[in-house]
């Protein structure tokens, strides 16, 4: 499978810093993405980045590919109490647009 | 704009007993569906999907089933519960040509007692 895993499994920063989050995956890939998720809620799409990019910037955020080494990051830059969640990475390797999520980092932002 | 619903927000249901979540979508035609379940403080494990009414693909073998009886419209149904069927259940959808971002609903907490 496409599995994503999340490095860390948790991560605790204060508000102002920036945190990184890493994913690796299994097989070749279409797109990774990167969702979030507050506590008890749905996700949240953040971020999608192609199999023939590199880096990718959305606001505060900034996801890298790195297909030969099979991983992607995220940074969040100049955090916020209101980012703590949990963030999942997500690779797509078909047609059919199934995603296999990975088991998330828990970021908490302390003010 | 497209919104997504499920119902019930939360269930408590005892073993044995039947199940049914329900999810919604409205705004967009001929979505793809999907049903996950996620664990306490785990990933999202992809139960079913379906690209079309009628059209259902299992991804893991469990007494859960799926059914698709109109175009927006996702059921995730069992006979008998288990105490390993609790968790958090998520509907998605996708299928924006072009794109292959899924959209979740707020999630169905389900307890097995």
């Known amino acids: 499978s496409q599995q994503g895993e999340e490095d860390p499994q948790a991560l605790s920063i204060q508000e102002g810093e920036n945190a990184t989050m890493n994913c690796s995956y299994k097989?070749?890939?279409?797109?990774l993405q990167w969702y979030r998720q507050n506590s008890g809620r749905g996700l949240v799409h953040l971020i999608l980045i192609r199999s023939n990019e590199r880096e990718k910037h959305s606001g505060r955020l900034r996801v890298t590919l790195d297909t030969s080494k099979k991983s992607s990051s995220l940074l969040i830059t100049a955090s916020r109490a209101a980012d703590t969640a949990s963030y999942f990475c997500a690779a797509s390797g078909g047609s059919n647009y199934k995603l296999t999520f990975g088991k998330g980092t828990l970021l908490t932002v302390n003010p | 704009s497209q919104t997504i619903h499920q119902w019930p927000a939360t269930l408590v249901q005892p073993v044995g007993s039947p199940l049914s979540l329900e999810c919604t979508v409205e705004g967009t035609s001929n979505p793809n569906l999907y049903w996950y379940r996620q664990a306490a403080g785990r990933g999202l494990q992809l139960l079913f999907y379906?690209?079309?009414?009628?059209?259902i693909s299992s991804e893991v073998p469990q007494n859960l089933s799926a059914s698709r009886p109109q175009d927006r419209q996702f059921i995730l149904s069992s006979k008998k519960l288990l105490l390993s069927d609790s968790g958090f259940y998520l509907c998605?959808?996708?299928?924006?040509?072009?794109?292959?971002?899924?959209?979740f609903g707020p999630g169905t907490r389900l307890t097995v007692t």
């Open positions: 379906s690209v079309g009414i009628g059209q």
């Open positions: 998605a959808w996708s299928g924006t040509p072009g794109s292959y971002e899924q959209y």
């Open positions: 097989t070749s890939i279409n797109n």
